[in-house]
């Protein structure tokens, strides 16, 4: 069985709604899944002027904050995180920073992963910040699987090939179906974790 460990950013749960996709499919296809956040970095003050934010925080109080643990136990990791300015955002990258312990003895090496992102322009840095959440996984040694163009529906649904990408409208509702692509990416990522942990 894949462990599978799928851990998010999201400020007024976009996110959260699209790891919780990739949780269901990742049940679905017989994986032993782990649904973390990252540590939240912003003021409370920050949280407490915007009411989706703190709706959200409020919402999301008992997810678990993920773990170096987390990272060294699963075979495979699922990244689901906002676009800031074209990159990913702060707390994701602060828990990607936090990582060096993991990174210096090799516990990194060859852990498949894949990315997710999220923005409310359909041009607003969501392929960019997949792209850039790619090269530091790289620095681990770690395995990118992709989605590609591997399932007709990822033509369907606004996305790109290198992650399931959502846009959300200024009420933050998605503004097209990106749960298919998110079940296709989450279930490519198991099925070509399954082929080299068999190995």
Do not use: C
Request: charged share 20%.
């Amino acid at each position: 069985m894949v462990k599978l460990a799928i851990i998010y950013y999201s400020a007024t749960g976009t996110n959260y709604q699209m790891a919780k996709w990739a949780e269901e499919a990742g049940k679905e296809a017989g994986a032993e899944v782990k649904v973390l956040k990252v540590q939240e970095l912003a003021p409370h003050q920050a949280i407490e002027s915007n009411p989706a934010w703190k709706k959200n925080v409020e919402e999301t109080k008992d997810i678990p904050v993920a773990s170096s643990d987390e990272l060294e136990w699963a075979d495979a990791i699922l990244f689901s995180t906002a676009t800031r300015f074209g990159g990913y955002a702060s707390q994701m990258k602060q828990f990607l920073d936090i990582q060096g312990g993991l990174w210096a003895k090799g516990a990194l090496i060859n852990k498949t992963v894949s990315a997710m992102s999220s923005a409310q322009n359909d041009h607003g840095g969501q392929e960019a910040s997949i792209l850039s959440f790619y090269t530091s996984l790289m620095h681990w040694g770690a395995i990118i699987v992709p989605p590609g163009y591997t399932d007709p529906v990822l033509f369907t649904t606004g996305g790109n090939p290198y992650g399931a990408s959502a846009t959300v409208d200024q009420d933050g509702n998605f503004t097209k179906d990106v749960q298919p692509a998110v079940s296709v990416q989450t279930k490519r990522l198991i099925e070509i974790t399954k082929k080299i942990i068999s190995e």
